[in-house]
């Protein structure tokens, strides 16, 4: 089968961005979450204590000389992280890693289930059109290609513990993907939630412009297995988290996101599944 490989997205435009593009967030000493556009990176590292430090996902298509600007502007010139951890490899958590990679020769780690759409042997399903939103209706001109990074990517430690994320353990969350994962961190159990769930209505463009907190499901154009997704939200709520990062949306922390947690759990089949699409049977 031929696959487009197109790793470094040149083909694609995406206009759509937020109020929040630009802007970081210091979430804990050491967790600091960026937005690109209308979706999260992070940094994991606190530059007063150590030089070394971790990027979780990779932005936008296009974003390479932005998220380098970020990084310099957090850890000084010339710094660049230990490794890169994907959550998973969609367009808008890979967009800017090729470009990234000619420049910083460094590990990336993802989960084994994920490696074939970032080896160049698989692609993901397209977007739905049909869970409602203008963003999901948008979604099906989103580039849903894999990519190739396989002179870097390697699969995550089996026993659950993160390259040069001491304290920090990956969890298996799939659904939104088949080898999507979350981070924690046990210690101030601290929460990096990719796209497990979210803190805005991934589907809705004005949401997302306006970046209106509302707790989600994942994304709901682009999820292909709604029972997985479910078992995922409730793993990670059973973790209790005490503050969140995750994909798209703000953070969020405390008891607003406990009980926003348990919220989507309780009504997981109303606002995390969609009521019809191609997913949903
Ligand atoms: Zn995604």
């Keep these: 089968m031929e696959h487009n490989q197109d790793s470094k997205f040149e083909e694609s435009f995406l206009p759509m ?9 210091l979430v804990q000493p050491d967790i600091y979450c960026y937005t690109d556009q209308i979706v999260n990176l992070v940094l994991v590292g606190n530059p007063s204590e150590t030089k070394e430090f971790v990027l979780i996902d990779t932005g936008m298509p296009k974003s390479a000389e932005e998220i380098k600007e970020m990084v310099q502007e957090r850890f000084g010139e010339q710094a660049r992280p230990k490794a890169i951890v994907l959550t998973h490899g969609h367009f808008d958590h890979v967009g800017s890693l ?9 590990p990336v780690y993802a989960h084994e289930l994920e490696l074939p759409y970032l080896t160049g042997k698989k692609d993901y399903p397209p977007g739905d059109p049909d869970v409602g939103g203008l963003v999901a209706k948008m979604s099906p001109t989103f580039p ?7 002179a870097h990517v390697q699969p995550l430690p089996e026993d659950g513990t993160v390259p040069n994320m001491p304290g920090w353990k990956w969890v298996h969350t799939p659904g939104h993907t088949p080898g999507h994962i979350s981070l924690f961190r046990e210690q101030d159990r601290a929460l990096i939630a990719g796209d497990a769930f979210v803190t805005v209505k991934q589907e809705s463009l004005y949401k997302v412009m306006t970046q209106t907190q509302e707790i989600s499901g994942p994304p709901k154009y682009f999820t292909p297995d709604w029972d997985m997704a479910f078992e995922s939200v409730k793993k990670l709520a059973a973790l209790k988290p005490q503050v969140a990062v995750t994909g798209h949306g703000l953070p969020m922390s405390g008891e607003e996101l406990s009980e926003n947690l348990n919220y ?8 995390g599944r969609p009521e019809s699409g191609r997913y949903v049977n």
């Design 17 to 25: 961005t937020s109020i929040g593009s630009g802007i970081g967030t």
């Design 98 to 106: 090729v470009i990234l990679l000619e420049d910083w020769n460094i």
């Design 144 to 150: 849903n290609h894999g990519i190739n990074i396989s």
């Design 264 to 271: 989507l759990v309780e009504h997981f089949a109303d606002i």
